[in-house]
């Protein structure tokens, strides 16, 4: 991948540790994060491969079989496993007990660890096709330059290498870095940001996400919301087109309904409840399912849910549009408010049927309801 020369020596990483303290004086300190590393590429052929090389040294042992499985970074579509291992702090290395590289979910358990144990991993992911085109996967990755004092990092780097004219835009928010370095190489972009020491906050049942308290690194393959909006105008045209079998439901379904408020809620009620709500992906996994796919399944998630609503009210010439949200399930509205990327971090579709004028409003807002 080229990418692998942002991979450090053990000895480097192992420079950082502080040694397993003694029973009793760390007690909120369950293992340290000595070093993070995320080289992101955008190749040319436009997939993106994300090299990570981190380090943890043990401060409190795994007490079960469970706590000793890797939780690998699944940051893309497959991920190989360069390197794992555990660097004894008795000297000596030791290496994984499994080792499973099944390409989208690897598995990696270890030996037995002890405190002062550093385990060390290096894995790249990569894009399973091409992003950020017309027809293509939007693409954005989230760092974060802070960790809870449970779990205290001590360096964090990341480096994107970009092809400049396929770019990948980046945004640091909450804080600068302590080093920015920024070149051209060839007909390649190269951002380094390096924190050396990253922000620790108290760990707290209520605290907000992390990317709300420390700083964070966001990349995307959109710069601007009207990016991302007219990518995805194009991605999903000719998804509310109502054909035959559509129009014909919603006649059936409007029938003897003479107000614009009845119709509505009658077809509201048809999608609300005669569609099953399941999390069903579609052939264009990014995208909602399109309404003749709900109708042939009687089920979808919210977006799908969503596009039918409007392709039915389309039909008997309502007009509505798909409106993406950010719920406080993921409460991360940070990353939607970045100035210099734009990263559609959405968990939510939603119908939004424009109202009539309102009298007096300011700057002649309209009304409006949310489906």
């Known amino acids: 991948a080229g990418d692998e020369h942002y991979l450090v020596p053990s000895q480097t990483v192992l420079a950082k540790r502080k040694g397993a303290p003694a029973p009793g004086t760390a007690p909120d300190v369950a293992d340290r994060e000595l070093y993070w590393l995320r080289a992101v590429v955008m190749h040319k052929d436009k997939r993106v491969s994300q090299l990570i090389q981190y380090a943890r ?6 007490r079960t079989q469970e706590e000793l499985v890797e939780d690998l970074p699944a940051e893309g579509d497959l991920t190989e496993i360069l390197r794992a291992r555990v ?46 085109g017309r027809g293509d996967p939007p693409f954005y990755f989230i760092d974060y330059a802070g960790a809870p004092s449970t779990h205290p990092l001590l360096y964090n780097e990341v480096d994107i290498e970009t092809p400049k004219e396929h770019p990948l835009f980046v945004d640091v928010l909450h804080g600068a870095p302590d080093k920015k370095e920024e070149k051209d190489v060839g007909a390649t972009h190269i951002v380094r940001l390096v924190w050396n020491t990253p922000k620790i906050v108290a760990e707290e049942p209520l605290s907000p996400a992390m990317s709300e308290i420390v700083p964070v690194i966001l990349g995307s393959t959109f710069q601007t919301w009207n990016d991302f909006r007219a990518w995805y ?15 014909r439901l919603a006649a059936e379904l409007t029938k003897g309904k003479n107000t614009r408020e009845d119709k509505v ?14 999390n069903y992906t579609s052939g264009e996994w990014w995208l909602p399912n399109r309404p003749q796919q709900l109708l042939a399944r009687r089920e979808g998630d919210c977006d799908d849910k969503a596009m039918l609503l409007i392709t039915l009210l389309k039909s008997i010439g309502i007009t509505a549009e798909e409106v993406m949200v950010q719920t406080r399930e993921t409460a991360q509205p940070s990353i939607l408010r970045s100035k210099n990327v734009a990263a559609p971090m959405f968990d939510h579709g939603i119908a939004f049927l424009p109202g009539i004028q309102l009298a007096g409003s300011p700057g002649g807002t309209s009304a409006g309801t949310f489906l």
């Open 265 to 278: 809620r009658a077809l509201f009620n048809f999608v609300s409840d005669d569609i099953r709500y399941v």
């Open 57 to 62: 040294e043990i401060v409190i042992a795994p």
């Open 87 to 132: 660097h004894r702090k008795s000297g000596g290395t030791a290496f994984p007990v499994e080792e499973h590289d099944e390409g989208s979910r690897p598995r990696v358990k270890w030996p037995d660890l002890q405190p002062g144990d550093v385990i060390e991993v290096a894995v790249r992911t990569w894009t399973a096709a091409a992003v950020g």
């Open 233 to 247: 105008t194009e991605a999903v045209r000719g998804f509310t087109e109502p054909d035959e079998e559509v129009r």
